[in-house]
């Protein structure tokens, strides 16, 4: 049979040393945690595209194709597999804000160095890979 992956995007979008993350609530997934601004390519929508809007929808802001670079590819399979593109940011517009606070219960600047223990996996190992140049990597979780 052949496998059929999700794909999914997240905003990397820093301030000097710090990261944006985002408070996951009431999503079914990993609830609790820091993830990125981010969501699923919808059909027919480019990768870019998807990534536009969910920074405009999750977080109100405006952002040019131009002004955004794919920094990370991540093939992770855990429950379901998923292909994961981790995209800085160069710049934006607009002020942001939680635009989803019935399933985000912050959106809140870390140091980059410094992330508060309760990351999403997979957001965690993209931001070391990312800092480590490593432009690809894959998780294979145990689901049998």
């Given at each position: 049979m052949r496998l059929q992956s999700r794909i999914a995007v997240y905003l990397?979008?820093?301030k000097s040393d710090e990261i944006l993350l985002s408070l996951r609530q009431n999503t079914g997934?990993?609830?609790g945690s820091w993830s990125m601004v981010a969501g699923h390519v919808e059909e027919g929508e480019g990768i870019i595209d998807a990534l536009i809007?969910?920074?405009k929808e999750e977080a109100d802001i405006d952002?040019?194709?131009d002004d955004l670079?794919?920094?990370h590819v991540m093939y992770y399979y855990g429950d379901?597999?998923?292909v994961h593109f981790f995209i800085i940011c160069?710049?934006?517009s607009g002020e942001i804000r939680n635009m989803e606070p019935y399933k985000c219960g912050s959106l809140k600047f870390f140091k980059e160095n410094n992330l508060p223990p309760n990351v999403v996996e997979a957001v965690k190992a993209a931001v070391e890979n990312i800092k480590n140049g490593k432009l690809f990597s894959?998780?294979?979780l145990s689901h049998g």
């Open positions: 990397l979008l820093r997934y990993r609830d809007r969910e920074a952002i040019k194709h670079e794919v920094a379901r597999p998923y160069k710049k934006y894959e998780v294979i």
